[in-house]
C-alpha cells in the first residue's frame, strides 16, 4: 500500500465516520421530515368519501359512503352501499397509498358470498378519486371491469 492510499484510506474512514455521527445526532430531525410527509400523504386520503362504482358489463352502479385510515401508508375502512344492487352491504377495504395512487381490496364484511374486487385510483385533483377496478361477480364467479370515483 502507498502513502497515498493510505492517507485517502484514512481520510475516507474519517468522513463516514463523522457523518455517521452527525447523521446520529440529527436523527428526529431526519426522521421528523419522513413523519411530516407519511402524515401529509395520510391526511390527502383520510376521511370520509362519497364514492361511485360502476360496474360495466352488469350495466349498474353503485354509490357508497366510503371511510379510509392511512397509517404509514396504508389503508384500511369501509364502503357501505347507499344506493345500487348492493344497497345496504358492507365492504371491508384494505390497501396502500402512496405518491396519490389508493390501491385496495375490497370484500363483504360478514363474508357469505363471494363478492370481492380491487380498485385502484389516483388523486387526481385535491379530493378527488378516479379510478378503475376489478370485480369478482357473484352471480356468474367471473372477473369484470369497473370505473370509480370518489370525492370527499
Keep these: ?14 468522513v463516514a465516520a463523522i457523518l455517521s455521527l452527525v447523521a446520529k445526532w440529527q436523527w428526529p430531525l431526519i426522521r421528523s421530515v419522513f413523519d411530516q410527509e ?4 395520510a ?3 383520510s376521511g370520509s368519501w362519497k364514492a361511485s362504482e360502476v360496474f360495466h358489463d352488469s350495466n349498474s352502479q353503485n354509490t357508497y359512503a366510503m371511510h379510509i385510515n392511512c397509517r404509514g401508508g396504508q389503508i384500511t375502512g369501509t364502503h357501505i352501499c347507499l344506493t345500487g344492487p348492493d344497497e345496504g352491504k358492507k ?3 384494505r390497501g396502500t397509498y ?3 395512487v ?5 370484500a363483504p364484511s360478514s363474508r357469505e358470498e363471494l363478492e370481492s374486487g380491487t380498485v385502484t385510483a389516483i388523486l387526481d385533483q385535491d379530493r378527488h378519486l378516479a379510478g378503475h377496478g376489478l370485480y369478482i361477480e357473484p352471480v356468474d364467479g367471473k372477473v369484470h371491469t369497473s370505473t370509480y370515483t370518489a370525492i370527499k
Excluded at 38 to 41: F, I, L
Excluded at 102 to 106: D, G, I, P, S
Aim: proline letters at 3%; zero cysteines.
Design 91 to 93: 365492504f371491508d377495504l
Design 1 to 14: 500500500m502507498t502513502p497515498e492510499n493510505f492517507v485517502l484510506d484514512v481520510a475516507a474512514g474519517l
Design 38 to 41: 407519511s402524515r401529509r400523504q
Design 98 to 100: 402512496k405518491d396519490r
Design 43 to 45: 391526511e390527502q386520503v
Design 102 to 106: 389508493l390501491t385496495f381490496a375490497w
